[in-house]
């Protein structure tokens, strides 16, 4: 199965992808919370925008513990054991600089944008083109 590169959600479910570690950092900066809790609060974050998968979260968390990004401690709620999940100063560290490559990221886009979205009669291509484009 070829990927649609023509397809918005193609393009958003990529960068959706790429930004679930960089919001799991950002919400637990907040807090501390447990999965549910934070699943919740990226979507408040996002506005709707993203929401981790269990299968994207907990793997994630995990790996941020093994780092040394995140600390996890049990606790019980309503006869219920939970685990919440505590930022670090290392994970702190790694959320300011995911922030920052993020920022120059999407100015870079941002420009980028400017000139996709106003070509120059002599560059423009049609989408239902499907011939390749030849460099002169």
Known sequence: ???????KSYWNGMIKMSLTRLFILRALHETPMHGYALREKISDLTRGCCTPTEGALYPTLHEFERGGYVTCREQTVQGRTRKI?????????ACRAGL???EE???SLLDARKTVSSPSPANEVSLADS?????Q
């Open 100 to 102: 920052e490559a993020w």
């Open 131 to 135: 011939q390749e484009v030849k460099p």
């Open 1 to 7: 199965m070829s990927n649609n590169y023509l397809s």
């Open 105 to 107: 990221t999407a100015r």
């Open 85 to 93: 999940y505590t930022l670090t100063n290392k994970g702190l560290q």
